[in-house]
Nanobody, 126 residues
Framework: EVQLVESGGGLVQAGGSLRLSCAASGFTFDAYGIGWFRQAPGKEREGVSCITTSGSRTYYADSVKGRFTISSDKAKNTVYLYMNSLKPEDTAVYYC???????????????????WGQGTQVTVSS
């Protein structure tokens, strides 16, 4: 059974930090890239960052460059999203998803992602 399980969300003040985790199982981790997406109320789901599981390629949305860092731990089949200098506009449900590595790019095309997690809420208070 394919599973992507997000954790680490919560409530934080503006300027604070959080680390999100995405634990993957049930598919060949090495063959995929992992992306983080977010969806705020009333808005479309948008790509935030993605990484090949080897860590050789990473992409970031312009809105998070310099504040968020993505990393991959192949030994644990887990991808992390370190979020610093959080802003109220970062408030959203954050999802991780798996895309065949060959299709991974900075365009964050949701249609190319095969598997999705259930999401974790991140709330940034002002």
């Amino acid at each position: 059974e394919v599973q992507l399980v997000e954790s680490g969300g919560g409530l934080v003040q503006a300027g604070g930090s959080l680390r999100l985790s995405c634990a993957a199982s049930g598919f060949t981790f090495d063959a995929y890239g992992i992306g983080w997406f977010r969806q705020a109320p009333g808005k479309e789901r948008e790509g935030v960052s993605c990484i090949t599981t080897s860590g050789s390629r990473t992409y970031y949305a312009d809105s998070v460059k310099g504040r968020f860092t993505i990393s991959s731990d192949k030994a644990k089949n887990t991808v992390y999203l370190y979020m610093n200098s959080l802003k109220p506009e970062d408030t959203a449900v954050y999802y991780c998803a798996a895309v065949p590595e060959i299709h991974m790019s900075g365009s964050f095309d949701r249609d190319l992602y095969d598997y999705w997690g259930q999401g974790t809420q991140v709330t940034v208070s002002s």
